[in-house]
């Protein structure tokens, strides 16, 4: 493996709130991604001054500004092919089979990574406001050359 390594920030169910923590945390990304419940449109303008953004709307994003957003999206970033969608249960299809790498999801404010069949499932937790005794989290996925790594990084309150 050689090259720089590129690294995307992993965030959903920010809920309206981005927290310092969250943008220091998702500092030097080259891509971003949001995997829903956004809550307010400045979520993804401030993310956005950091690096590209890829974004899906939540169940929770109903106001005007979010029809615009997506349900799915794919992101593509140094040849690694990510799906997101905001709840995992709603994965229909077969990442793998469609050549995807990595799924992203939010949804549950868990955070967790797990690699299946070839493919990394990451959800980077909720970024928000917490929920019961959830920790406040995301994630930050590092592609080096064919090498997908996933750091969960839990954030100060």
Same mark, same amino acid.
Do not use: C, K, Q
């Given at each position: 493996?050689?090259?720089?390594?590129?690294?995307?920030?992993?965030?959903?169910?920010?809920?309206?709130?981005?927290?310092?923590?969250?943008?220091?945390?998702?500092? %030097?990304?080259?891509?971003?991604?949001?995997?829903?419940?956004?809550?307010?449109?400045? =979520?993804?303008?401030?993310?956005?001054?950091?690096?590209?953004?890829?974004?899906?709307?939540?169940?929770?994003?109903?106001?005007?500004?979010?029809?615009?957003?997506?349900?799915?999206?794919?992101?593509?970033?140094?040849?690694?092919?990510?799906?997101?969608?905001?709840?995992?249960?709603?994965?229909?299809?077969?990442?793998?089979?469609?050549?995807?790498?990595?799924?992203?999801?939010?949804?549950?404010?868990?955070?967790?990574?797990?690699?299946? %069949?070839?493919?990394?499932?990451?959800?980077? %937790?909720?970024? %928000?406001?917490?929920?019961?005794?959830?920790?406040?989290?995301?994630?930050?996925?590092?592609?080096?050359?064919?090498? =997908?790594?996933?750091?969960?990084?839990?954030?100060?309150?």
């Amino acid at each position: 493996m050689t090259g720089a390594a590129v690294r995307v920030g992993l965030i959903s169910d920010t809920h309206g709130l981005l927290r310092p923590s969250a943008l220091d945390a998702l500092a %030097g990304s080259h891509h971003i991604v949001h995997a829903g419940d956004i809550g307010a449109p400045g =979520i993804l303008d401030a993310l956005a001054r950091i690096a590209p953004v890829t974004a899906v709307r939540g169940n929770n994003d109903a106001a005007a500004w979010a029809s615009r957003v997506p349900e799915r999206a794919v992101a593509r970033v140094a040849g690694v092919s990510l799906l997101i969608l905001h709840d995992l249960a709603e994965l229909d299809d077969d990442p793998a089979r469609a050549g995807h790498h990595v799924v992203v999801s939010g949804h549950s404010h868990r955070p967790r990574h797990e690699l299946r %069949g070839g493919v990394h499932y990451v959800n980077p %937790g909720s970024a %928000g406001p917490r929920r019961f005794s959830l920790p406040i989290a995301l994630a930050r996925l590092e592609i080096r050359g064919d090498a =997908i790594t996933v750091e969960l990084v839990e954030l100060a309150a």
